[in-house]
């Protein structure tokens, strides 16, 4: 049996883990009521919370928010960790204190289906975007110092995180101050990494006249075939028995955005044996969760409310394929003058191809701007 | 020849949930968890999975008897080669979650292992045994 590695203090639980605070490093935990209200059960929200080096706790910060993936101990930005080349010095630079005095947060949120909630309301995972905007972030502004105003309130992540950012800012647009999704998920579901969702028929191979084609589901950034969409599907169906149970990016995808079935499990956007399309599924979809699609439904009240706010980045050769959904939406801002910016790299993967200090300098002009702006207003 | 996995008699909660049986060739490693050596998922080992509900300890789970209900990835059961292999055997405990909708479902609770089944509290796993798959009954055990 897997052991846990600590014993429980008074009132601990080991939902979402339990970390001792460190140097600038705090964590907090909470539980949420409106997620324990659907769940039928106690469920928590845990944050993992890296004070800036000149921390006043009498004084208010503007939050980086970083989003995606369960972080375990790990402080934002893998602060104190630095193994992967585009961190690297971010400590130092940190602990110099030349670095933007803000707090940076990432989040502890694993559930049934995947290690990371992502962060909106759903059929099957319950009120996840509404605890975090009405729960867990009050709660850590209250606690640590947040500015409290959508100035002072910065969305991050790539990935699952790219997702996450961009969907927060559109669909809390009077909340969030500002976003920086990279090699987003499925900005747009005609790109659902190389599915058109919309319009295909089957996921898992492409029909020819006379040959079937399996469909890619990775590749390196030459463009070598990693794996076909279908093994990834067949792995998490091992792993579940059925998709939703696996634990993987396919079953949080049936999680988040499906409607829930009569037998209380997602519905499947596809059959996971066949890969054949459910369009009725992909029509809930579309019209809950397509990001590209709701900008567009939305562009008249909304893009006043996200202009300038938008900063997207992808990788050309996203081995996700995850550049096609970066295209789409990105035409759309550009249609309706968005006023941020969204950039891709040549010969570059799944990958926003920026620094943290460099984004955090991006930042930090940024945050001179818009805080400024609202002072002015306030005054 | 036969995979049989036991529960060790010690366990007096039922189990309900997902096994799954990991394969691997023999390597340098000794990580004690098969699947951590060579990386999850799409660059991990291959994995053989059937979901049990009410299981009991000291019951006996021969995964022959269960062929038909077994999902394999990347190739099925009956397919695993006749070479040196490295065998281990993996349970997810399952939570019922009885949510306010009036549903009923199965998954995962989270102990702090962070939405992976391997990294979660109370999820079981047995020993690595290195067998020539093929030859003799495997029996790999579920200990407390």
């Known amino acids: 049996m897997i ?13 979402q883990g339990n970390y001792e605070d460190h140097g600038l490093v705090r964590y907090f935990k909470m539980k949420s009521e409106l997620l324990s209200d659907f769940w039928g059960e106690d469920i928590y929200l845990g944050a993992n919370i890296l004070l800036p080096k000149r921390y006043d706790p009498e004084k208010k910060y503007p939050m980086i928010l970083c989003q995606g993936h369960f972080p375990g101990g790990t402080a934002p930005f893998r602060y104190d960790v630095e193994l992967r080349e585009r961190e690297q010095g971010f400590t130092k630079y940190w602990n110099s204190g030349k670095a933007p005095q803000v707090i940076c947060v990432n989040f502890r949120d694993a559930n049934m289906f995947y290690d990371d909630s992502y962060r909106v309301n759903s059929a099957n995972l319950g009120p996840y975007g509404d ?4 729960e867990l972030i009050p709660a850590i502004e209250e606690k640590y110092g947040g500015l409290g105003t959508p100035e002072g309130r910065i969305l991050v992540g790539g990935s699952t995180g790219g997702w996450i950012s961009a969907a927060l800012q559109l669909f809390c647009p009077d909340f969030f101050g500002g976003t920086w999704p990279g090699f987003a998920d499925s900005l747009d579901f005609h790109d659902h990494q190389l599915m058109d969702l919309y319009n295909d028929e089957n996921v898992y191979y492409i029909q020819h006249p006379w040959r079937k084609v399996e469909r890619p589901g990775a590749r390196d950034t030459r463009g070598n075939v990693l794996w076909t969409y279908r093994e990834e ?18 079953g949080i995808y049936n999680a988040v955005f499906s409607p829930c079935g009569e037998d209380g ?20 979809w579309g019209e809950h969760y397509d990001l590209t699609a709701y900008i567009e439904r939305n562009h008249e009240w909304l893009m006043p409310k996200i202009r300038g706010k938008f900063h997207l980045r992808a990788g050309d050769m996203d081995n996700f394929y995850l550049n096609l959904g970066h295209y789409a939406m990105t035409e759309v801002l550009e249609k309706y003058d968005h006023q941020g910016y969204s950039v891709t790299f040549p010969k570059v993967g799944h990958d926003g191809n920026i620094t943290i200090i460099d984004m955090m300098e991006e930042m930090r002009e940024y945050l001179k701007k818009t805080v400024k702006r609202r002072r002015k207003k306030t005054k | 020849m036969s995979v049989i996995i036991k529960i060790s008699p010690k366990f007096k909660e039922e ?13 340098e490693n000794e990580e004690p968890m098969l ?24 019951d006996e789970i021969n995964l022959d008897e269960q062929k038909k209900h077994i999902f394999g990835s990347p190739f099925p059961f009956d397919e695993i080669p006749h070479e040196k ?15 306010k909708d009036g549903h009923e479902i199965w998954g995962m609770q989270d102990f702090g292992g962070g939405g ?9 796993y047995s020993d690595v045994k290195a067998v020539k798959y093929g030859e003799k009954d495997i029996k790999l055990t579920f200990i407390t």
Do not use: S, W
């Open chain 1, 3 to 15: 052991e846990p590695e600590y014993e429980l203090k008074d009132g601990e639980v080991y939902q």
């Open chain 1, 265 to 284: 499990y997602p519905l499947p956007v596809y059959d996971t044996l066949t890969g054949e399309i459910h369009k009725d599924i992909v029509e809930y």
């Open chain 2, 35 to 58: 699947f951590k050596r060579g990386g999850f998922g799409m660059n991990g080992c291959p994995v053989f999975g059937v979901t049990f509900y009410g299981l009991k300890g000291g």
């Open chain 2, 85 to 99: 292999l490295l065998v281990q055997a993996f349970f997810i405990r399952y939570h019922k979650y009885k949510r």
């Open chain 2, 116 to 124: 992976h089944f391997a990294n979660n509290p109370f999820n079981l």
């Open chain 1, 131 to 134: 605890a975090y905007v009405q």
């Open chain 1, 233 to 250: 599907n067949y792995y998490e169906l091992a792993i579940g028995g059925r998709l939703e149970l696996g634990m993987g990016q396919f």
């Open chain 2, 15 to 27: 189990l309900n949930g997902r096994l799954l049986f990991f394969i691997d060739r023999p390597g």
